[in-house]
């Protein structure tokens, strides 16, 4: 993990000592009170540089939605590169960076995150570029959004066993199921998603 500068070390420990004493984060208007600095510009690019050095994460539709890494109140998760929110895609391969949450987005032990493309489930709000996270299992009860994975291919769906398939039923009334006969070969189901976050640009 990189190191901060100095001055991008004032601002994460300003952003601890106010959530320490408030039990939040503190605005960016208060932030660049804190710094003595006009305007929000400045503010966000520090925070854009200690979100990139794996320091804090800024999570998007709220205005103190800073959480900070390696607090007690976060978690760090790995993101295992991308998903399709689309068609079954290449599966994703390598470790893109880590995602720090509050505990209560988790809901089981080794959970990962995965970046979603594609806008096959914009409709259960969940869009390009969101960050799903995901608790690892190999089964799946009707109705779960899973990532669930053919021949090497993933996608993230709603999971629905029929009688002789299983259907992987998209959130975009725009787009057709994906629908899996025993001849496309075995489904695996890879873990259940249990939450979204989304991250400021």
Same mark, same amino acid.
């Given at each position: 993990?990189?190191?901060?500068?100095?001055? &991008?070390?004032?601002?994460?420990?300003?952003?601890?000592?106010?959530?320490?004493?408030?039990?939040?984060?503190?605005?960016?208007?208060?932030?660049?009170?804190?710094?003595?600095?006009?305007?929000?510009?400045?503010?966000?690019?520090?925070? &854009?540089?200690?979100?990139?050095?794996? %320091?804090?994460?800024?999570?998007?539709?709220?205005?103190?939605?800073?959480?900070?890494?390696?607090?007690?109140?976060?978690?760090?998760?790995?993101?295992?590169?991308?998903?399709?929110?689309?068609? @079954?895609? %290449?599966?994703?391969?390598? %470790?893109?960076?880590? %995602?720090?949450? #509050?505990?209560?987005?988790?809901?089981?032990?080794?959970?990962?995150?995965?970046?979603?493309?594609?806008?096959?489930?914009?409709?259960? &709000?969940?869009?390009?570029?969101?960050?799903?996270?995901?608790?690892?299992?190999?089964?799946? #009860?009707?109705? #779960?959004?899973?990532?669930?994975?053919?021949?090497?291919?993933?996608?993230?769906?709603?999971?629905?066993?029929?009688? #002789?398939?299983?259907? @992987?039923?998209?959130?975009?009334?725009?787009?057709?199921?994906?629908?899996?006969?025993?001849?496309?070969?075995?489904?695996?189901?890879?873990?259940?998603?249990?939450?979204?976050?989304?991250?400021?640009?």
């Amino acid at each position: 993990m990189q190191q901060p500068t100095p001055r &991008q070390q004032q601002v994460y420990d300003f952003i601890a000592d106010y959530q320490q004493q408030k039990g939040y984060a503190p605005s960016l208007q208060e932030i660049a009170a804190h710094l003595k600095i006009h305007g929000n510009l400045g503010v966000m690019r520090h925070l &854009q540089a200690l979100e990139k050095k794996g %320091l804090l994460h800024r999570t998007a539709g709220s205005s103190r939605g800073i959480v900070l890494c390696g607090q007690a109140q976060s978690l760090r998760l790995p993101v295992l590169g991308r998903v399709a929110a689309g068609n @079954l895609s %290449l599966a994703f391969e390598e %470790l893109e960076g880590y %995602l720090c949450v #509050d505990p209560s987005l988790v809901h089981g032990e080794k959970s990962f995150a995965l970046r979603v493309k594609g806008d096959s489930m914009i409709e259960a &709000q969940i869009a390009p570029g969101d960050l799903a996270i995901v608790r690892p299992q190999a089964s799946a #009860d009707n109705g #779960d959004i899973v990532v669930a994975m053919r021949n090497g291919e993933a996608t993230l769906k709603r999971f629905f066993r029929e009688k #002789d398939h299983i259907r @992987l039923q998209p959130a975009n009334s725009r787009l057709m199921p994906i629908l899996l006969y025993p001849a496309d070969g075995e489904v695996q189901i890879l873990g259940k998603v249990t939450a979204i976050v989304r991250t400021l640009a």
